[in-house]
Nanobody, 126 residues
Framework: QVQLVESGGGSVQAGGSLRLSCAAS????????MGWFRQAPGKEREGVAA????????YYADSVKGRFTISQDNAKNTLYLQMDSLKPEDTAMYYC???????????????????WGQGTQVTVSS
C-alpha cells in the first residue's frame, strides 16, 4: 500500500503561485509513474501533469503547459507541483496519484492510477 498526503493548497489571486506537495509513504514495490489531477465542482477529474521517473519524462495538460511544473524529490519521497501564473479556471481540488502496475494506462486517465491522496483545495480569485 502507498499512502499519499497532499499539502500546499490555499487561496491566491490570479497571477500568483502555489506549490503543492505530495508525501508518499515508503513502498517496497515499484511506482511506475505519479501524477496530479484536479476536479472542479460539477466537472470530471482531469489529469494535470505526470512524471515517469524510469524514463525521466514529464507530461502536462495543454491548459497548464508552460505554467505548471511537476517534479520529484526521491530522497524525501515527495512529489511537487509548482503552479505559476494561476488563473481562476485553475480553481479545483487537486489530487496526487500513483501507479504501481506496469504498462497500465495513459497518464491523464484516472483509471491509470491505483493510489490516490485525499486532495488539497486550490482557489484562484480574479
Amino acid at each position: 500500500q502507498v499512502q499519499l498526503v497532499e499539502s500546499g493548497g490555499g487561496s491566491v489571486q490570479a497571477g500568483g503561485s502555489l506549490r503543492l506537495s505530495c508525501a508518499a509513504s515508503a513502498y517496497t514495490g515499484s511506482i511506475y509513474y505519479m501524477g496530479w489531477f484536479r476536479q472542479a465542482p460539477g466537472k470530471e477529474r482531469e489529469g494535470v501533469a505526470a512524471v515517469y521517473p524510469g524514463i525521466r519524462s514529464t507530461y502536462y495538460a495543454d491548459s497548464v503547459k508552460g505554467r505548471f511544473t511537476i517534479s520529484q524529490d526521491n530522497a524525501k519521497n515527495t512529489l511537487y507541483l509548482q503552479m505559476d501564473s494561476l488563473k481562476p479556471e485553475d480553481t479545483a481540488m487537486y489530487y496526487c496519484a500513483a501507479n504501481s502496475r506496469p504498462a497500465y494506462g495513459t497518464w491523464y486517465r484516472a483509471s491509470a492510477y491505483n493510489y490516490w491522496g485525499q486532495g488539497t483545495q486550490v482557489t484562484v480569485s480574479s
